[in-house]
């Protein structure tokens, strides 16, 4: 069974940068979408950016576009999110996740569409 594993939160001031890891392992990932979300307090999952392994096309939210940069590494199985002008808003648990069923095309953007999460690691920005 694939597992994903995120690593690289902490406490950054307002305008820093931060960059996340999840490493994935297990058998057949290959084809897979890989996406990270995030979720504050009190507030849903939401989606932040996916790439997937065969190709370099990302998709971003609005929100962090132009800040963020979602990047992998096939050789060591990582998918980065690299976080820069970071903001107290950005202030949430980030969560690696997985679309087992992606084939190609458009990319899902909705929580319910990935089956395989990591355990989620806290971003917390200070003003």
């Known amino acids: 069974q694939v597992q994903l594993v995120e690593s690289g939160g902490g406490l950054v001031q307002d305008g820093g940068s931060l960059r996340l890891s999840c490493k994935a392992s297990?058998?057949?990932?290959?084809?897979?979408?890989m996406a990270w979300f995030r979720q504050a307090p009190g507030k849903e999952r939401r989606f932040v950016g996916v790439v997937n392994w065969s190709d370099t096309r990302t998709t971003y939210s609005d929100s962090v576009k132009g800040r963020f940069t979602i990047s992998r590494d096939s050789a060591k199985n990582t998918v980065y999110l690299q976080m820069n002008s970071l903001k107290p808003e950005d202030t949430a648990v980030y969560y690696c996740a997985a679309d087992r069923d992606y084939r190609g095309g458009l990319y899902e953007t909705a929580a319910a569409a990935y089956e395989i999460w990591g355990q989620g690691t806290q971003v917390t920005v200070s003003s």
């Open positions: 297990g058998p057949r990932f290959g084809g897979y979408a």
